[in-house]
């Protein structure tokens, strides 16, 4: 063989070889469920179209829109139906008691739990499947009342480290409804952002913290996988902003394990 196609074949092989290597990660896979057994949230549809626009715009994700849970399953499913072995994480916007079944619930959790994958909760996902207590802890909580409904909401942001709330000042006002959260514990979760009691009226009726701490996002880990809670998105103008996309794509990215971000829980910060 002569030198001329030796060189040849060298310089195809490493235009190949490069080729290869510049290609993009194959995107993760969400599957975002909104299905509703309870109070309608109008937000639902732009929570959701908010979820696939964002995978799309940043390639990182395809997003799979459901407003039932049949996909929540390991058995396999007929007629092109994606299970859980499918995705990489899980996205609730929901309400009520959803229709999953014994196996089902065993399969979310697994999935979790035991697969490493993500779940991140939206929201309403408190106001879910009370009569199922593996689901509360998993998610951290349960809604307990939302004393104020919508209002000039003043947030805290405990944690400007963590990827999902880097982005953000350390304090700010959302227009928003935020709920109270029964049996959640500092001690199990990490609080990214709350509500700053100092300008809250403690007067409303139906507050049950009498130390004023209200969590608004937190996260954790769930044995091998991770979970993120946004208590964000009761009306529509929430999803529209900046800052509300970019923390959504950085939970995606994170209960993904695309970055790092320590959830360890931690006392609240002394003021």
């Not at 030796?6 to 290869?20: D, E, H, K, R, V």
């Not at 309400?95 to 014994?102: A, N, Q, S």
Request: aromatic residues 10%; hydrophobic residues 35%; proline residues 6%.
């Amino acid at each position: 063989m002569n030198f001329s196609r030796l060189l040849g074949i060298s310089c195809l092989t490493l235009a190949l070889t490069g080729s290869l290597a510049a290609q993009p990660p194959k995107p993760k896979r969400l599957l975002v469920i909104g299905e509703v057994k309870g109070f309608q949230h109008d937000s639902v549809s732009p929570a959701m179209a908010t979820m696939w626009k964002l995978g799309k715009e940043t390639g990182l994700w395809e997003t799979y829109i459901k407003t039932d849970t049949q996909l929540i399953t390991k058995k396999k499913l007929t007629g092109n139906a994606k299970n859980l072995d499918y995705f990489d994480a899980v996205f609730f916007y929901t309400t009520g008691e959803l229709p999953l079944d014994d196996s089902q619930k065993a399969d979310l959790i697994s999935f979790v739990r035991d697969d490493g994958k993500g779940f991140i909760g939206s929201h309403s996902a408190p106001d879910t499947c009370y009569k199922w207590p593996e689901y509360g802890e998993m998610l951290g909580g349960w809604f307990d009342g939302h004393p104020w409904n919508t209002f000039d909401a003043p947030l805290i942001v405990e944690d400007r480290q963590f990827p999902a709330t880097k982005h953000m000042p350390a304090a700010l006002v959302i227009k928003d409804e935020i709920y109270q959260a029964r049996n959640f514990s500092r001690e199990k979760s990490r609080v990214l952002v709350r509500l700053d009691e100092t300008k809250l009226d403690m007067t409303k009726k139906g507050i049950k913290r009498s130390d004023g701490d209200f969590a608004v996002v937190w996260c954790h880990n769930y044995g091998k996988g991770r979970v993120l809670y946004n208590g964000l998105g009761h009306p529509n103008e929430v999803w529209d902003r900046p800052d509300m996309q970019k923390m959504m794509v950085e939970s995606v990215k994170w209960v993904m394990k695309l970055v790092d971000g320590d959830a360890t829980p931690r006392p609240r910060p002394a003021k």
